[in-house]
């Protein structure tokens, strides 16, 4: 299985604007289904955002509108754009695939929301 590293993570203020990225040591296959996952202080890590090889995006509800995923094949670098930034957005942010599941987690960049 892949691992991940993800960066670009760092303190903005609130409105602001931040792009992270994820590199994979691994090859990103096209089928996979690739996710960008946060985990706040003493809640569980979710996943808010996926994107499959066709494209076809979803995302949670507390960030639609908001932030896009986006993946780039060449690259082996999966993205995820972060607009409006509000202070709950502030938390560890994750990258893995969401097909296949993939228990090995990296390190996760943090993205902290602060006037």
């Known amino acids: 299985q892949v691992q991940f590293v993800e960066s670009g993570g760092g303190l903005v203020q609130p409105g602001g604007s931040l792009r992270v990225s994820c590199a994979a040591s691994?090859?990103?296959?096209?089928?996979?289904?690739m996710g960008w996952y946060r985990q706040a202080p003493g809640k569980q890590r979710e996943l808010v955002a996926s994107?499959?090889?066709?494209?076809?995006?979803n995302y949670a509800d507390s960030v639609k509108g908001r932030f896009t995923i986006s993946r780039d094949y060449a690259k082996n670098t999966v993205y995820l754009q972060m607009n409006s930034l509000n202070p709950e957005d502030t938390a560890v942010y994750y990258c893995?695939?969401?097909?296949?599941?993939?228990?090995?987690w990296g390190q996760g960049t943090q993205v902290t929301v602060s006037s």
């Open positions: 893995n695939t969401v097909v296949p599941s993939n228990q090995n």
């Open positions: 691994g090859r990103i296959l096209r089928w996979y289904v």
């Open positions: 994107i499959t090889n066709g494209g076809i995006t």
